[in-house]
C-alpha cells in the first residue's frame, strides 16, 4: 500500500504532501515534527506510529511517538491512571494551511496495529462527557453535523465569517496548550509572536470561509481547524476583524459530544480513506514503550482552495 499516486485519484493536478515534501521533518520547532517519519522514495508518505521500526522502506530504524495529550494539553490526566484513560489529542484538519492548499483526502494504512484493552476516554471539561474507545483509536466527526447542530444565530455568524490562519502555524501554536477536549488552545497569549517565526510572506497566509462547501451534495460544513486560528474576520463588524477563540469553540463543541465521535478499532492492514475537507479528525490513546504501531499516512496538498457559501447560502442562512 505505497506509492507516489496516492490521493491523485481525488486530484490528478497534485504531487506535494499535504505539508509540502520532506517539510515536516525539516522544520523541527513544529509540533508535528515528533510525529512523522518521511518515507525517503516516496515523500508523500509519511510513517507513523509507537515504538521503534527497523529497515522499512529505506527507514534503517525509525523511532516512532504516538501523540501523547500530555505534551500538548493544559491540564492532564494523572500518570497513575495514563494506560487506563485517554484524552483526545487535538482535533484537526490535515493540512499546512499556509501557502498550500487543504488536501481533498487522507489515506491511513495499519500496517502494524497493537492490541490491548480499550481506555476510557475523558474529555474534562465540567460536562462530564466520556467515551469507551479502542485502544489506539483514531476518532472522526462530521463537520456537517458540526454546522447542523448550531442554532439559528450561530449559522448566520457561521456563514458570514472568515478564518485567518497563523504563518507556519505548527510552529506558532508549538508554545501554546490545549484544552482538555483538544479542540482548539487555551486563550492565554503564549502563541509565538510572528517576528519569531520562520521567514514567512504575507501572501502565502491563508484565510479560507468557515463553512466549505461540499462540491458534490452542496452541503456546508463547518470546517476549522481550532488550534491554528490566527483572526477571524465576520461581516459585517465595522472594522471586519476579530480574534475570538472562545467563540470558535463554543460553535464546534457540541459535535464532539460522545453521540456524535466515531472512533476507529484498527486492525492491521486496514485502510482508512477520508474526506479531509468534510471531517476533524484526532490521535487518541496512549501506548507503553513496547507496543509497535506503525502507519503509512499520505494525503496531497489539493490544486485549489475550497469554495465557501454561494451568495444563496448567505441569504439562506443570515
Same mark, same amino acid.
Given at each position: 500500500?505505497?506509492?507516489?499516486?496516492?490521493?491523485?485519484?481525488?486530484?490528478?493536478?497534485?504531487?506535494?504532501?499535504?505539508?509540502?515534501?520532506?517539510?515536516?521533518?525539516?522544520?523541527?520547532?513544529?509540533?508535528?515534527?515528533?510525529?512523522?517519519?518521511?518515507?525517503?522514495?516516496?515523500?508523500?508518505?509519511?510513517?507513523?506510529?509507537?515504538?521503534?521500526?527497523?529497515?522499512?522502506?529505506?527507514?534503517?530504524?525509525?523511532?516512532?511517538?504516538?501523540?501523547?495529550?500530555?505534551?500538548?494539553?493544559?491540564?492532564?490526566?494523572?500518570?497513575?491512571?495514563?494506560?487506563?484513560?485517554?484524552?483526545?489529542?487535538?482535533?484537526?484538519?490535515?493540512?499546512?494551511?499556509?501557502?498550500?492548499?487543504?488536501?481533498?483526502?487522507?489515506?491511513?494504512?495499519?500496517?502494524?496495529?497493537? &492490541?490491548?484493552? +480499550?481506555?476510557?476516554? %475523558?474529555? !474534562?471539561?465540567?460536562?462530564?462527557? #466520556? /467515551?469507551?474507545? =479502542?485502544?489506539?483509536?483514531?476518532?472522526?466527526?462530521?463537520?456537517?453535523?458540526?454546522?447542523?447542530?448550531?442554532?439559528?444565530?450561530?449559522?448566520?455568524?457561521?456563514?458570514?465569517?472568515?478564518?485567518?490562519?497563523?504563518?507556519?502555524?505548527?510552529?506558532?501554536?508549538?508554545?501554546?496548550?490545549?484544552?482538555?477536549?483538544?479542540?482548539?488552545?487555551?486563550?492565554?497569549?503564549?502563541?509565538?509572536?510572528?517576528?519569531?517565526?520562520?521567514?514567512?510572506?504575507?501572501?502565502?497566509?491563508?484565510?479560507?470561509?468557515?463553512?466549505?462547501?461540499?462540491?458534490?451534495?452542496?452541503?456546508?460544513?463547518?470546517?476549522?481547524?481550532?488550534?491554528?486560528?490566527?483572526?477571524?474576520?465576520? &461581516?459585517?463588524? +465595522?472594522?471586519?476583524? %476579530?480574534? !475570538?477563540?472562545?467563540?470558535?469553540? #463554543? /460553535?464546534?463543541? =457540541?459535535?464532539?459530544?460522545?453521540?456524535?465521535?466515531?472512533?476507529?478499532?484498527?486492525?492491521?492492514?486496514?485502510?482508512?480513506?477520508?474526506?479531509?475537507?468534510?471531517?476533524?479528525?484526532?490521535?487518541?490513546?496512549?501506548?507503553?514503550?513496547?507496543?509497535?504501531?506503525?502507519?503509512?499516512?499520505?494525503?496531497?496538498?489539493?490544486?485549489?482552495?475550497?469554495?465557501?457559501?454561494?451568495?444563496?447560502?448567505?441569504?439562506?442562512?443570515?
Amino acid at each position: 500500500m505505497l506509492g507516489n499516486n496516492c490521493g491523485l485519484g481525488f486530484d490528478p493536478q497534485s504531487e506535494n504532501y499535504g505539508h509540502g515534501n520532506n517539510k515536516t521533518g525539516n522544520t523541527k520547532k513544529s509540533i508535528l515534527h515528533p510525529d512523522l517519519k518521511t518515507i525517503p522514495r516516496v515523500p508523500q508518505v509519511q510513517l507513523i506510529g509507537n515504538g521503534v521500526v527497523y529497515d522499512h522502506e529505506g527507514l534503517a530504524e525509525a523511532k516512532l511517538k504516538h501523540p501523547h495529550h500530555r505534551t500538548f494539553h493544559k491540564t492532564v490526566i494523572p500518570e497513575a491512571d495514563d494506560l487506563k484513560y485517554t484524552r483526545f489529542y487535538r482535533w484537526h484538519i490535515d493540512a499546512a494551511l499556509y501557502n498550500l492548499s487543504p488536501p481533498r483526502v487522507t489515506t491511513l494504512y495499519g500496517l502494524k496495529v497493537p &492490541t490491548g484493552e +480499550p481506555q476510557t476516554l %475523558r474529555y !474534562d471539561d465540567g460536562t462530564g462527557d #466520556e /467515551l469507551r474507545v =479502542p485502544l489506539g483509536t483514531t476518532a472522526f466527526i462530521s463537520t456537517r453535523t458540526t454546522f447542523n447542530l448550531l442554532p439559528k444565530n450561530l449559522k448566520s455568524l457561521a456563514v458570514r465569517t472568515r478564518v485567518k490562519y497563523a504563518p507556519h502555524p505548527y510552529v506558532w501554536m508549538a508554545p501554546a496548550k490545549s484544552r482538555s477536549t483538544g479542540l482548539g488552545i487555551e486563550s492565554e497569549g503564549l502563541e509565538l509572536p510572528l517576528s519569531e517565526l520562520p521567514e514567512w510572506e504575507d501572501s502565502k497566509i491563508k484565510i479560507f470561509p468557515m463553512l466549505w462547501k461540499n462540491p458534490d451534495t452542496g452541503e456546508l460544513h463547518y470546517q476549522v481547524h481550532p488550534s491554528a486560528v490566527y483572526e477571524l474576520y465576520i &461581516t459585517p463588524i +465595522p472594522d471586519g476583524k %476579530r480574534e !475570538d477563540a472562545d467563540l470558535v469553540y #463554543e /460553535l464546534q463543541r =457540541p459535535s464532539i459530544s460522545p453521540e456524535f465521535v466515531y472512533p476507529h478499532d484498527w486492525s492491521e492492514n486496514d485502510l482508512v480513506l477520508f474526506h479531509n475537507r468534510g471531517v476533524l479528525h484526532t490521535v487518541v490513546g496512549a501506548f507503553r514503550e513496547d507496543q509497535i504501531r506503525a502507519f503509512h499516512q499520505c494525503n496531497l496538498a489539493a490544486s485549489a482552495d475550497p469554495a465557501g457559501p454561494s451568495e444563496e447560502d448567505v441569504a439562506k442562512w443570515a
